[in-house]
């Protein structure tokens, strides 16, 4: 098959973000060796050695693209009659679908839908052509050239097409069939689903982009994002691991905290070097927040880890003082300050799970900054006296 679209369609394609998503989705479905394209011969299409399915999507939110009268509509039919006649459309093993996210009043487009013999596909043709008024020439409308060409059609290939056209109502959302088709197939918690198919839509329109912005139409063999799609899947299937649900914060927010939060006071108490504590600031920084997000997250969107965190940091208490006390005991003859810059490093680098399972790297140190910033626990043996003295005496 060749490619039947003018190439000025493909530009403004970053617009329409159903034709991405109904992309992934006919990926999701498509067997090993299958090759789905955009923009070449339907909106979105799939090709099989046996059948090809060329698919155009609507979303109806300011029109009905499939009334008696559509101008979408009838453009459609047209389409794909001269992509069958020119011998860019496979007739004899393709299916034409026509995918309206939201259901839509139609009279036409549902009749041809239900036509599925030659009786009844001719039927539905008459029954059009006198709804619509079509005479030897085509009404004075802009629906009119499409619908009298397509109607009045000698070759035949009207019929054909007919016989083969699905008619497809969607619920108003987009993700529906991508988010059935994965919690059908891939073992994924619902609290991570969406951050799932986020991560794969990101993966399609990157191979999207990569062509169309050659003002190519874009083609995706099944067989290279299987790669991709196992291994996005597999981050959030992984048997004990937890993925990042949450975004990194601004810079304004982690240089906020660095002036004004308890956890970096309690740093520079064990830091003296003021590269180093700059550093170590940042990084406390960055993880505090981080972690106090993704905790925020998790009781928002339910996630079951969300009720093992008393325990989580009861462990984190646990060790924190079972590691003062060996150093207490192993570096008793060293400076406070020393001693509290070794207990301030073996808590941030230690890595606890919650519930077995294993955390984003940044969600331990975090959460010890946070009992930092609350005082429950410090880095310094004499932190509480000296913060109080920072502080002129308050708590």
Known sequence: MGDCRDTNAIGPYLGYNLQTVRFLYRLLKADEGEVISLEAIGDVSSEAEDVVIVEEDKSGLATNPV????????????????????????????????????????????????????????????????????????PDKEWGIYAHTFLTDKSGQNVKIIQQFRLEFGNSDPLADVRKHIHLH????????????????????????????????????????LSSYKSIIQDFN?????????????????????????????????????????????????????????RTIWGTKGVRENQFLDEFHGDLKSHYNRTKDEIDITHNSHPDQNRGHLLFLKCVQHQQTINGKTLPDFFTPGCYHGLAETKEIGWHPQYRTLLDDDDGGAE
């Not at 043709?125 to 709804?131: D, I, T, W």
């Not at 991570?192 to 003002?215: F, M, P």
């Open 186 to 225: 891939a073992a994924i918690e619902p609290e991570y689903l969406e951050r799932a198919i986020g991560n794969l839509l990101g993966d399609v329109s990157a191979r999207i982009l990569t062509q169309t912005s050659q003002n190519l139409p874009a083609y995706v063999h099944k067989d290279d994002f």
């Open 238 to 294: 992984r048997y004990g691991y937890i993925p990042v649900l949450g975004t990194e914060p601004s810079k304004s927010q982690v240089n906020r905290v660095v002036a004004q939060n308890t956890l970096i006071k309690q740093i520079r108490l064990v830091i003296e070097d003021d590269k180093r504590f700059e550093d170590e600031a940042i990084k406390a920084a960055t993880c505090y927040l981080r972690s106090s997000h993704e």
């Open 67 to 138: 009334s008696n009268k559509s101008v979408s509509l009838w453009k459609t039919f047209y389409n794909w009659l001269v992509a069958v006649q020119d011998g860019k459309i496979p007739i004899e093993k393709s299916i034409f679908i026509l995918h309206v996210l939201q259901p839509k009043e139609c009279d036409i487009a549902n009749l041809f839908s239900e036509a599925k013999t030659l009786k009844d596909t001719k039927t539905a043709l008459s029954k059009a052509r006198q709804e619509l008024a079509i005479g030897p020439n085509p």
